[in-house]
């Protein structure tokens, strides 16, 4: 008896768990582990900490994976207005960190609430474009463009571009899935450009100074251009195969800056070389095509909205760091997914994990 009683708790644990998106989460997130214990050799409470962020991470997307599409879709709308409310409160009340007021207290808890939007962004416009599935005109697309653009504009004014783009990113897949014409994003395309010098000068100086530094690194090479010049050394530095684990001489004589968040990939290159970085990227497609394979068999428009959007998200964390980290995109502070050190974004991606999860075993229960 107490045998098929623990046989059936297992099953009940075990029921929500898309194993295929499991081992390749679990190959990412111990490589991953294996390269923070080089970065933060020097800080073992940082990897004590690593360690409890991957727990809590991990239970928060068994959490997700046990809710239905059907209850994410009902709370589509309830999260997009609390994160809206969220941001409008921390541009009123928010602390100011840095410069930026990014972080609002309420009481004993402190939120970031540009973060919510990362999942609640996708979840409102999948909603949207799920209740008019049946006859999609081009002013839903108008809408939904407007609903992206009010949190977006707010989290541009706190200033935190790295969450802007992940979340315009987030919002632009749901709306190019669900079928905006070619020629709309055309346009798009050029009055971007048309726009730029607009855009350069509502820029920060601070944002001003990052892309004039990634255009010319070595005219500050101790100041501005220190960060990008120290990551392509270490990155070119690994050759093919890398210096060998705990051996990068860039990391571990002081000579590269955020070596554990921000510009993780470049230990990671000069340790592990072409062939470490390769590894990484095969996760990486592995993960992503695992996402869009279950976005592809969704059972409703909503998920496979959703699903869709979440899934090239990782594939926009990865590039945006991947490019910084190697000098050919600004430094805007977005981390590598699964692998920068970070409770915030860490548990955020594994929430989108369990969203997959989720997309996958409603599919299966409309199967049966």
Do not use: C
């Given at each position: 008896m107490l045998n098929e009683n623990l046989i059936g708790l297992v099953r009940r644990v075990l029921a929500p768990i898309d194993f295929p998106l499991l081992w390749i989460l679990g190959a990412l997130l111990g490589y991953a582990f294996v390269v923070q214990l080089s970065a933060s050799n020097d800080a073992p409470a940082r990897i004590n900490s690593h360690i409890l962020n991957l727990c809590v991470a991990l239970a928060v997307m068994w959490l997700i994976?046990?809710?239905?599409?059907?209850?994410?879709?009902?709370?589509?709308?309830p999260l997009y207005v609390v994160g809206?409310?969220?941001?409008v409160a921390t541009a009123l009340f928010g602390d100011i960190s840095k410069?930026?007021?990014?972080?609002?207290?309420?009481?004993?808890?402190?939120?970031?609430?540009?973060?919510?939007?990362?999942?609640?962004?996708?979840?409102?416009?999948?909603?949207?474009?799920?209740?008019?599935?049946e006859a999609l005109r081009v002013r839903d697309?108008?809408?939904?463009?407007?609903?992206?653009?009010?949190?977006?504009?707010?989290?541009?004014?706190?200033?935190?571009?790295?969450?802007?783009?992940?979340?315009?990113?987030?919002?632009?897949?749901?709306?190019?899935?669900?079928?905006?014409?070619?020629?709309?994003?055309?346009?798009?395309?050029?009055?971007?450009?048309?726009?730029?010098?607009?855009?350069w000068s509502m820029l920060h100086d601070y944002q001003r100074q990052r892309i004039l530094t990634l255009i010319d690194p070595e005219a500050d090479p101790l100041g501005k251009g220190f960060h990008i010049i120290q990551s392509t050394i270490a990155v070119g530095s690994g050759g093919i195969f890398g210096k060998g684990w705990l051996n990068g001489t860039q990391a571990h004589l002081e000579f590269l800056p955020e070596r554990h968040t921000d510009f993780v990939l470049a230990v990671l290159s000069e340790e592990f070389g072409l062939l470490g970085i390769s590894v990484l990227i095969v996760?990486?497609?592995?993960?992503?095509?695992?996402?869009?394979?279950?976005?592809?068999?969704?059972?409703?428009?909503?998920?496979?909205?959703?699903?869709?959007?979440?899934?090239?998200?990782?594939?926009?964390?990865?590039?945006?760091?991947?490019?910084?980290?190697t000098g050919i995109l600004p430094v805007v502070g977005v981390p590598l997914p699964f692998v920068s050190y970070g409770g915030t974004a860490l548990v955020t991606l594994s929430l989108g994990v369990g969203i997959l999860m989720s997309v996958q075993r409603g599919r299966q229960f409309v199967q049966t």
């Open positions: 994976a046990n809710v239905s599409p059907t209850r994410l879709l009902n709370l589509a709308v809206v409310l969220l941001l410069g930026a007021r990014r972080w609002l207290s309420l009481g004993m808890l402190r939120v970031q609430p540009s973060e919510i939007m990362k999942i609640a962004m996708p979840m409102m416009l999948a909603w949207y474009f799920h209740q008019r599935e697309y108008l809408v939904a463009g407007v609903l992206l653009i009010i949190p977006v504009a707010l989290i541009v004014r706190q200033p935190d571009l790295g969450t802007a783009i992940l979340v315009i990113a987030a919002g632009f897949y749901v709306i190019f899935f669900a079928g905006l014409p070619w020629k709309f994003i055309l346009g798009m395309v050029a009055a971007a450009a048309a726009a730029a010098p607009f855009a996760l990486y497609a592995l993960l992503i095509g695992r996402g869009l394979l279950i976005a592809s068999s969704a059972s409703t428009m909503f998920s496979r909205l959703l699903a869709g959007s979440i899934t090239l998200t990782f594939f926009t964390y990865a590039f945006v760091n991947m490019g910084m980290v």
